[in-house]
């Protein structure tokens, strides 16, 4: 192999280095996030990701670019994910299988509705991850109006709330009930669907939990 091809296979390797370090660092941070909230050091992360404290403040030099990158990345494997999903030739299911992968990701990731409060949504990096996912929720949408399977009066804009009543339902029924918000989610498919009722999979909440589940959130607030 001659110099310039041991370099740029050198080049190569250092770069997927690099990237795998950038990725343990962000799913740390993800993790430490979840755990204790947004008040971690970027010395935590670093422990937490197996690398030196160093390799952490290369990547980031501060928690507020940590977050921008956790958040971004986030994103941006949101997108990825909704992409494969959109290819379903089921115009009705890929809207069942976008809504439930996002409605997951806002149930099962608790730092994630704290991250969305502290950032900076006209960060570049973030604008660009929410405009590639917005292009995939557009194609969505689009597709399944053309399928006929969306109520005519839906705007693309609807995701948004419906994103935001999923992720706080989560965030107050998680304790008691991780998986109370399906049934919602499941209530506002059938909202939004053209024609046809589906069966819901999760029970309803109990005169018992409801109390349990504001008894917790008062607890919470003192």
């Not at 343990?24 to 197996?50: H, K, N, T």
């Not at 996002?102 to 409060?117: C, E, H, K, N, Y």
Request: aromatic letters at 4%.
């Amino acid at each position: 192999m001659n110099t310039q091809a041991a370099d740029a296979v050198g080049s190569r390797k250092l770069r997927a280095d690099a990237e795998r370090n950038r990725l343990r660092i962000i799913d740390a941070a993800r993790e430490l996030f979840a755990e204790r909230g947004l008040e971690v050091s970027l010395d935590d992360v670093a422990e937490r990701a197996g690398v030196g404290v160093g390799t952490v403040y290369r990547r980031f030099t501060n928690r507020d670019e940590l977050i921008v990158g956790v958040l971004a990345e986030h994103l941006t494997q949101v997108a990825e994910r909704a992409r494969l999903a959109i290819q379903d030739p089921d115009a009705w299911q890929a809207v069942v299988d976008v809504l439930t992968l996002v409605g997951t990701s806002m149930a099962t990731d608790r730092g994630l509705a704290a991250l969305i409060m502290r950032i900076d949504h006209e960060h570049p990096d973030i604008k660009s991850a929410k405009s590639i996912l917005t292009g995939q929720l557009t194609k969505l949408y689009e597709r399944a109006m053309d399928a006929g399977v969306l109520r005519p009066d839906l705007a693309p804009s609807d995701f948004f709330g419906i994103f935001t009543m999923l992720a706080a339902l989560a965030d107050v029924t998680q304790p008691t009930v991780p998986d109370a918000w399906r049934r919602f989610l499941e209530l506002i498919l059938d909202g939004v669907r053209a024609t046809g009722r589906t069966t819901l999979s999760v029970p309803a909440l109990t005169d018992e939990q409801i109390l349990e589940i504001q008894c917790a959130r008062r607890d919470a607030q003192r």
